[in-house]
């Protein structure tokens, strides 16, 4: 898999994470949300998208360790 792709789906999952990131703050920050299943869902999401960012770094760090 060529270094671009796996760049940019790093980036990709990076800022949906920033995305989920940023729609839990403004749940919470409305504060309409008074059971907070709506923001345990986002943290849920946020959580995962971080998950699939580290093992795509993960998995770009060992493909190319030899690479140099």
Excluded: E, H, Y
């Excluded at 980036?11 to 949300?33: E, F, P």
């Amino acid at each position: 898999m060529p270094t671009g792709i796996i760049a940019l789906f790093i980036v990709l999952a990076a800022l949906a994470t920033l995305a989920m990131l940023v729609r839990g703050v403004v749940v919470m920050g409305r504060g309409n949300d008074p059971t907070g299943s709506r923001s345990q869902a986002l943290m849920r999401a946020r959580v995962k998208w971080q998950a699939i960012t580290i093992v795509l770094v993960v998995v770009a760090l060992l493909l190319f360790q030899g690479a140099s």
